[in-house]
């Protein structure tokens, strides 16, 4: 489906421009419900404005693209995946004078239902006057997704897809969970406790999880890996979205549930870091009593002498940005390569 514009608007609406244009900028010249007809047209057809549209038609592009965050907007300058990411992103879009629009997904307000949340979610696409949108660990399938794709923006994700028709930059994460399953076998662990993130604010209550509720492709596969490799016990536990606190509130989750098991995995790096400060907290050795091990390799985990998956994060986000602004740069799935990295978090399972 072709991107909306003004003229795609009236020919749906049996109007000329002219009266669309009148709509937006001089509503004295139509009557009350005539316009109230164009603007509820153009908000379910997902036409932007007159002023983005106008400058689509003149130059046939926004000179911006956007990014689809699964988290409030605050994580994009607070988290160290999200930091190193979009540094690399901005690095390729800023040489060619291409904006980045941020665009965090909208909360499900209480009491409200999933097809409202849907609604509440695709709000920002609808809206947005952007030539091309990169959506970061969410389903193909998602609401915003097919929205982007009506409107004739251009997708790039960061998950691995069998669409050869897709674009998109990502890591094999059944292949990393698999590395990390095999490194906690090796070591005689067979009861491993694993730390996602969810919706949920920061540092919510702990609370075991089952396969199905995870919300975030890389996490579900990961978690796919480490079963295939792991021969005993995998429980999901999580304490709010993607923070140390939320770490360190689903492990002492564990702890008060008598759970406690003889490997945590956090499914990022900065998960696996909250459940090193409640471990000590309780004055439990690491990895004596318990083995701990991370995703992604963020600088602090060097510092944290913690075991985990290293992958390329300022490369992922270059080889988007340069997906994102070249429709014909070549190749469009580009699979990066990923390495573990074993450090002082993990060893042998206590017996």
């Not at 005993?232 to 406690?260: C, F, K, P, R, Y």
């Not at 499914?267 to 696996?272: G, I, K, P, Q, W």
């Amino acid at each position: 489906m072709a991107r909306m514009t003004v003229k795609t608007l009236a020919a749906a609406l049996g109007v000329s421009p002219a009266t669309i244009s009148n709509a937006y900028n001089r509503p004295d010249q139509l009557s009350p419900q005539l316009r109230e007809r164009i603007l509820a047209a153009a908000e379910e057809l997902g036409y932007p404005g007159p002023d983005a549209a106008g400058r689509i038609l003149r130059r046939g592009r926004a000179d911006a693209v956007g990014v689809l965050l699964s988290e409030r907007l605050s994580y994009a300058f607070s988290d160290p995946f999200a930091i190193e990411f979009l540094t690399g992103l901005s690095e390729v879009v800023e040489e060619h004078g291409i904006s980045i629009v941020l665009m965090p997904l909208a909360r499900r307000a209480a009491g409200s239902s999933a097809t409202d949340a849907d609604q509440s979610d695709v709000t920002a696409v609808r809206h947005a006057n952007i030539d091309a949108l990169t959506i970061l660990s969410l389903p193909a399938d998602h609401p915003a997704a097919m929205l982007a794709r009506a409107r004739g923006i251009r997708l790039v994700t960061t998950s691995v897809s069998s669409d050869p028709d897709s674009s998109w930059v990502a890591i094999d994460d059944c292949a990393a969970g698999v590395m990390v399953g095999e490194h906690l076998a090796s070591l005689g662990h067979r009861d491993i406790a694993v730390l996602v993130e969810t919706n949920q604010p920061a540092g919510s209550p702990g609370r075991r999880l089952d396969a199905a509720e995870l919300g975030y492709l890389d996490y579900a596969a990961r978690v796919a890996g480490l079963r295939q490799a792991t021969p005993g016990q995998v429980m999901i536990v999580s304490g709010g979205h993607n923070s140390i606190e939320s770490g360190t509130t689903a492990t002492t989750w564990l702890l008060d549930h008598d759970q406690l098991p003889t490997a945590i995995v956090g499914l990022s790096d900065v998960l696996a870091l909250g459940a090193l400060q409640a471990l000590a907290a309780r004055r439990l050795e690491v990895p004596g009593d318990v083995s701990v091990c991370g995703f992604d390799d963020i600088a602090t985990a060097k510092t944290a002498d913690l075991t985990t998956v290293h992958q390329p994060i300022h490369d992922k986000g270059q080889h988007v940005g340069r997906l994102l602004i070249d429709p014909e740069s070549r190749p469009r799935q580009v699979l990066l390569p990923i390495s573990f990295v074993r450090r002082g978090t993990t060893g042998p399972a206590p017996r």
